[in-house]
């Protein structure tokens, strides 16, 4: 994806808007050109806001990192691109089981 487009996919409200990716989120996604970058993370993270925002005020006192959730919601599916990847995806752990 050329970078001018992956930063509008970073950046940019869009239409339908959805929230902006946290900007570590944001600069992981950027450093390792992943080509899993679209909507889809913003998309994503959109909704863990939504739903953890629900959780707190539904009930406050459940503990959990809402900033680990949403940077999870961002970021989850970076090893959906070999090029994203550190190392070849054959070589994660888990990820060519066939279970």
């Known amino acids: 994806m050329a ?17 902006t990716l946290p900007p570590e989120a944001a600069r992981l996604l950027t450093s390792l ?4 970058i679209g ?12 739903l953890t925002t ?7 006192t459940v503990g959990f990192d809402r900033a680990a959730v ?7 599916d970076i090893a959906a691109c070999p090029a994203g990847l550190p ?3 054959a070589a994660q752990p888990g990820l060519n089981s066939s279970a």
Do not use: M, Q
């Not at 970078?3 to 929230?19: C, I, K, N, S, W």
């Not at 629900?54 to 406050?60: C, Q």
């Open 87 to 89: 190392v070849p995806r």
């Open 70 to 76: 949403l940077f999870g919601a961002a970021t989850h």
């Open 33 to 36: 050109a992943a080509c899993a």
């Open 3 to 19: 970078t001018d487009a992956r930063h509008r996919a970073l950046a940019e409200r869009g239409d339908p808007p959805v929230r």
């Open 39 to 50: 909507r889809s993370p913003r998309a994503v993270h959109d909704v863990a806001w939504d």
């Open 54 to 60: 629900w959780l707190l005020r539904s009930y406050p």
